[in-house]
């Protein structure tokens, strides 16, 4: 059974940078498939963030490339997210997911909230 | 970027009776839309992918339809547990994936 787990500060301040980590278990990240971060705003919808293949490829919402970078490392079989110059707009639970091509979620961690706040 | 529209934004149906939502792309998307129920606190779980193949464990009275621009989830018989938000994703022109809005489907 596929599992991921999101962790990470559930705080974070204004201007700083949000990092988070995805651990995969019961699936090896090198086997293949994209993996990504979705995020969604208390009381709102889901938001794609990015999404990154075992070899590093990469794709990112538009709306916040400039400010996106999703690494991987398959030693620890896990994923990372890092969100920079945040505001509270970006107060949201964030979630991991493993993507099934062509661009569908299967698996999913269970989320993480993370507050924007001085 | 595709824009997914979900209707209505909320509906009230009566345990037993069918359920209906709708989703609408801005442009058509094929067959390459998912669709995801998610309760309160917890991740969202795929319900269907194609637009019309239930993901592995979903019952049978879940039902995706439609292509193109248009498509239709179908819950029969509902039953308590079915209660909850659903979105749909479009993938057929990533990046972005892209979801709709959300339907709450509410006890009546």
């Known amino acids: 059974q596929v599992q991921l787990q999101e962790s990470g500060p559930g705080l974070v301040k204004p201007s700083e940078t949000l990092s988070l980590t995805c651990a995969v278990s019961g699936y090896s990240i090198s086997s293949g498939y994209y993996w990504g971060w979705i995020r969604q705003p208390p009381g709102k919808g889901l938001e794609w963030i990015g999404s990154?293949?075992?070899?590093?490829?990469?794709y990112y919402n538009p709306s916040l490339k400039s400010r996106v970078t999703i690494s991987v490392d398959t030693s620890k079989n896990q994923f990372s997210l890092k969100l920079s110059s945040v505001t509270a707009a970006d107060t949201a639970v964030y979630y991991c997911a493993r993507l099934i091509p062509p661009a569908y979620f299967d698996y999913w961690g269970q989320g993480t909230l993370v507050t924007v706040s001085s | 970027e595709i824009v997914m529209t979900q209707s209505p934004a909320t509906l009230s149906v009566s345990p037993g009776e069918r359920a209906t939502l709708s989703c609408r792309a801005s442009?058509?998307?094929?067959?390459?839309l998912a669709w995801y129920q998610q309760k309160p606190g917890q991740a969202p779980r795929l319900l269907i992918y194609g637009a019309s193949t239930r993901a592995t464990g979903i019952p049978a009275r879940f039902s995706g339809s439609g292509s193109g621009t248009e498509f239709t989830l179908t819950i029969s018989s509902l039953q308590s547990e079915d209660f909850a938000v659903y979105y749909c994703?479009?993938?057929?022109?990533?990046?972005?994936?892209?979801f709709g809005q959300g339907t709450r489907l509410e006890i009546k």
């Open positions: 442009q058509s998307v094929s067959s390459n």
């Open positions: 990154i293949y075992h070899s590093g490829s990469t």
């Open positions: 994703q479009q993938y057929n022109n990533w990046p972005p994936v892209t």
